[in-house]
């Protein structure tokens, strides 16, 4: 393409005027704007003839352009310098508009208001279920529920754990950890020092007792069902067994009892589970003691078993009511059963060819103010705490010397 020729003062007569695209004076040129815009340069600024159609790549003239109007170079270069000088002008400005920083509050003192020490309270919502078995770990103390939430006592008030209905009915603690079962396989786990709770289903059988160890648990349950968590599994842990099992109490993998349905009792050796004659034919729903050659085992019909060895003996309860649950509390075995019956048995425990001479054992009855079908009794340093229900209403009582120190609920 040939170079546009320079501008000059006195075009020549047989040239006419044209929107020419004159070079500016360079010293007119800014820095920063070297080339003007080649977007508004004509492609030829020395051609005469205006009718000629624009090619498609020349810009338009800009509205208002003509004979008076700035040539399209002139106009490139303007726009470019009011640009910048906005940006300069802008930057000025913001320096000069920049908000001063705003100021600092002045802190204004506030009076501390003392308010009342909160007075511990129970909602007796809580005991407006079935409140079934319980037992206490290092942290608290816990009682489930046949159809109702998870409680727990932590030596001022009860508060509802967790409000999912689960349906529970024994439970067994160790220093930090709740274990409950109920029908269907159900098993519940609570880390009371981490506040976690677990829930399995490990079987179809109604699990009617549990038994915490040092390194898990062991339940059984309806047809025979005994089973063992230990490594964080589930597995059977007898065969051969076909009667309903309802208690059980356990002293290692080796060591055991179990006792349920037609006066059946097993105790775990070695070689297995051997059975082992109880002289009744009444179900046993409980058993408890501090070894395996001596223990209490209560059922129904008042029934009261005292064992020493491998022989069981029938004791006298005075009742004929069903007792449900028991516990060996040092050398006394707590009993409970329905219509608020609580006895104590004293003289029980007594190991075959034990130095101590046996005592005749004594059974005596404790008044709790109740006619609640009592489910669950278990201790608590010096404490014996009961749990019972009738209906829609439950109570838990803590009883101390022989009497009632603390009672809650409706029941």
């Given at each position: 393409m040939a170079s546009t020729p320079p501008p000059s003062d006195h075009p020549p007569e047989d040239t006419p005027k044209t929107e020419k695209a004159a070079q500016p004076d360079a010293?007119?040129?800014?820095?920063?704007?070297?080339?003007?815009?080649?977007?508004?340069?004509?492609?030829?600024?020395?051609?005469?003839?205006?009718?000629?159609?624009?090619?498609?790549?020349?810009?338009?003239?800009?509205?208002?352009?003509?004979?008076?109007?700035?040539?399209?170079?002139?106009?490139?270069?303007?726009?470019?310098?009011?640009?910048?000088?906005?940006?300069?002008?802008?930057?000025?400005?913001?320096t000069l508009a920049r908000p001063s920083p705003t100021a600092r509050p002045t802190p204004v003192p506030t009076v501390a208001v003392p308010t009342r020490t909160p007075v511990p309270t129970t909602d007796p919502q809580?005991?407006?279920?079935?409140?079934?078995?319980?037992?206490?770990?290092?942290?608290?103390?816990?009682?489930?529920?046949?159809?109702?939430?998870?409680?727990?006592?932590?030596g001022k008030d009860w508060t509802q754990v967790d409000s999912t209905l689960r349906t529970l009915t024994y439970a067994s603690c160790d220093a930090g950890t709740l274990y409950a079962v109920g029908p269907v396989g159900a098993v519940l786990i609570v880390d009371d020092r981490a506040r976690s709770i677990n829930a399995f289903d490990v079987t179809v059988e109604d699990l009617r007792a549990v038994a915490a160890m040092p390194q898990g648990a062991m339940v059984v349950g309806t047809q025979g069902m005994v089973m063992l968590l230990s490594g964080g599994t589930w597995q059977p842990y007898a065969s051969g067994i076909e009667e309903d099992l309802n208690g059980l109490i356990v002293f290692g993998l080796e060591s055991a009892?179990?006792?349920?349905?037609?006066?059946?009792?097993?105790?775990?050796?070695?070689?297995?589970?051997?059975?082992?004659?109880?002289?009744?034919?009444?179900?046993?729903?409980?058993?408890?003691?501090?070894?395996?050659?001596?223990?209490?085992?209560?059922?129904?019909?008042?029934?009261?078993?005292?064992?020493?060895?491998?022989?069981?003996?029938?004791?006298?309860?005075?009742?004929?009511?069903?007792?449900?649950?028991?516990?060996?509390?040092?050398?006394?075995?707590?009993?409970?059963?329905?219509?608020?019956?609580?006895?104590?048995?004293?003289?029980?425990?007594?190991?075959?060819?034990?130095?101590?001479?046996?005592?005749?054992?004594?059974?005596?009855r404790i008044d709790i103010g109740t006619t609640c079908t009592l489910t669950s009794v278990f201790a608590r340093g010096q404490d014996i705490w009961i749990v019972g229900s009738h209906g829609g209403v439950s109570g838990v009582w803590r009883v101390r010397d022989g009497k009632v120190a603390e009672r809650w609920g409706e029941c």
């Open positions: 010293a007119a040129k800014p820095d920063t704007a070297a080339k003007p815009d080649t977007a508004a340069k004509p492609d030829n600024a020395t051609q005469p003839d205006k009718s000629r159609v624009p090619a498609p790549s020349r810009a338009p003239a800009p509205p208002g352009s003509g004979d008076g109007a700035l040539p399209l170079g002139y106009a490139g270069i303007i726009a470019v310098l009011l640009v910048v000088a906005a940006v300069g002008g802008g930057l000025a400005i913001g809580v005991f407006f279920q079935q409140l079934s078995a319980g037992c206490a770990t290092e942290q608290g103390l816990w009682v489930v529920a046949n159809g109702g939430a998870l409680l727990r006592y932590g009892w179990i006792v349920g349905s037609k006066g059946v009792s097993y105790r775990l050796e070695v070689a297995g589970w051997r059975p082992v004659k109880t002289g009744v034919d009444v179900t046993l729903r409980a058993i408890a003691g501090p070894s395996a050659g001596t223990a209490v085992a209560v059922g129904d019909g008042g029934t009261i078993l005292a064992l020493s060895g491998l022989t069981w003996t029938k004791v006298e309860s005075g009742i004929d009511t069903p007792l449900r649950a028991v516990a060996a509390v040092g050398s006394t075995a707590w009993a409970v059963g329905d219509g608020g019956v609580v006895l104590t048995v004293d003289g029980a425990f007594v190991l075959p060819g034990s130095a101590i001479q046996a005592k005749p054992t004594v059974v005596s």
